[in-house]
């Protein structure tokens, strides 16, 4: 498939999206089959099911199917009707409440054999505690995960800090809190394999462990090949695309998947093919979705989006080196904390990416850290109120663009 | 507080009224004579080790009229849970109303609670002339399992040292011993006020009430025992209250308003879920477990907040005390972006209505409520339902 005004869509990103659905279909007959499955929090315990061979679905993933659907609106009518706040993380919760599956997407999902999620928020646990009760499944509640909070021992985070994420996560990490998540992620493992009749082994684990930091090796070296080739040479849709991966590392499929990322990303290189030949100005755009904007910018300005919020996760937070060779600890501190939200990060992206501008989403009202950090380092920034292709939208895009980027 | 001849309770209840409504007056008293002041959010820090390690403690709270606008120029954005009150003890803390804590306790509960840790400690570090008390962050688990409670008690423990540090004395078990007892004393004093408020007919309101139960967390404890007993001591002259039984449930409560518009629609609260109202004291601390891992055991297994695990725990409790209250209707309260609070309200009006008790709920409650009269409506409303019941 050629997109009109630059290189073709990635057959490697299509290779994803196509086996997503395949992936859905296939774990379905598996369930009807009487073999289990699971439904997890995001980036919180997926490679253990993975390992283990339990088809498990990560709740950000389908609640990202169900907005793609355009089902949002219809599925916060249906929390709405049993009383709870319309949230998007309770979308997935709606689908099954609905119960519906000439609606839900992909038919909706399979009763699962369980629900885990940390404890990370005030509205998580209480989504998924509600979701496993309609599905009448059990909820295993795991503490820290992914928590807001400090999970360092000094706060704020050191300097560079993504720059010991992959080796040196223990200085990262409240070694208290991690001494408890393990614990309990061993719980867990014993209950999963006492729920499902599935096993685990340490040998399995660390096969695991390997192959996912395999991925997010090849991961960051496609990364670097696109901040560093100008112009880009994929663009930020199928950047977003190939994410899905995640959801299968610490699996042969999952490393794989990215290592064709990888190789289709340095063959575009190499032959020079730009995602838009056009490209005269790169932004980094802080978000985790395309902009709405994305081809007016392009059209008007030859201003791509080259980089987004996902740039640099796979490399700067998932890989994570077995320490002392303990690899439940490293498995459980990367459930612990996957990054740590601080502006010098994103910074760090855009100069990387050799951004012109950074453009977030920010209520006028709310001064944005990000700015002052960004706009000091010469890096400028343009603040949008919304994600929206409006005329509103687009003067303020102008106006950064013409004064800010091109004077 | 009503009736004609002034009485000894009387006056005991407008000097905890003075201290509800002056809420640093007896700290900065405190601070005057040289002691030192432990600041603290929430229910979940115990007040016994600081108590017991010499110094005072006063929970933090804020002021609904009063200003936001620096704190909204320091939050993170998206950092917007329960803005209005969490904005305005940040902006207190900002703007030196605070300005006599030495110290701070930050507990792991609501999202924006112990996010304030976090802002607080960049604020700290990119602006070393803003002045802030030093920070302590006791994080505890969300579940509360056996093993949670072990790295509570553990967390626990930090505290204890760290105080110890600030003081510069080691606190003993005698010391611990002594504060349970002065605590566990206004517990239970404060239960008999939980008691007259769910009296049938009820003796006193729950405006009243709040501000008992407020006063104790801003005041030494002696001298708020001293006062409830002798409030409690004229117990039997408060004249009986008229009108329809209500129970408050919902978002953590610092301020009378929503109270004042229930009571004056001819209604008493009789009771509530909150940690600023009967939360605070109905779990006493068990005097015969060795005095910290009692205070450690307590806090663990204390009446379930919003942000604990399972919601059954909250969902029972709640149901519970509207039980034990008699009450005849229950009205949830919930602030607006209070995520932990109002996945619940499902489940608490479905296991009220399987009794035969209605409830209403508002949603989305700023933190100032600038328009009563369509709150005022609906209790009317749900008195109406409850009268045309009977």
Redesign the interface.
Known sequence: MTNERGAAQLASANAIRAYQREWLEDTRQRVKRGEPFAICNGDEFEEVFNIMDIPVIVINYWNSIIATKRMTEYYGEVLTK????V?YFAMGLASTIDNDPETAPWGGLPKPALIIGG?K???E???L??WAREYDCPFF?L??GLD???ELPK??PPPRWWEMMADHWDKLI?T??LD?RV??EK?LINFIEVTTGKKLSMAKLEQGLELLNEQEMLWGKARDLIAETIPCPVSLRDQLAVYQAQWHRGTVRGRDFIKAYYEEVKERVENGVAACPNEKLRLLWMAGTPPSWARWAEDKYGAVCVASLFSSIPIDSYYRAVINGDVMRALASRHMVLFLETPDWRLKDAKIHQCNGVVET??P?????NKKLFEEAGMPLCQIPRDQDDEEVRAILSSFIETRLLS | MRGGERLKSETAFEEMQKHYQQRDLAAREWKGKGGKVVGYFCDAVPEEIILAAGFFPIRLSGDPNGDTEVARQNVIPRFTAREGFVHSMLNMLLTGQYDFLDYLVIPHTRDSIHRLYQLMAMLKESNPALTLPELFFLDSVHTTFFSGGLYNRDRMLELKERLEEWSGKEIASEALSRAIAVTNENKALLKRVAALRAADPPRISGVEALQIIGSSMFMLKEEHNRLLREYLDGADKFPVRNGTRLFVSGSPLDSLQLFEIIESCEATVVADDNCWGNRYSDVPIDTSLAPFEAIADRYHNRSPCSRMYPMSRRVEYCLQSVLEARAQGVIFNVFRNDAAEVWEIPDKTKALEDKGIPSICFRNQPYLISEPEPLKASVEKLIETIQGNR
Request: proline share 14%.
């Open positions: 049993s009383g709870y706040p949230n404890t928020s005030d509205t646990m209480k989504v505690e509600i509640p503490d820290f807001a909070v400090p706060y704020p409240d208290r809190r408890l614990e309990e719980a920010a209520t009202s709310v001064p944005s850290f």
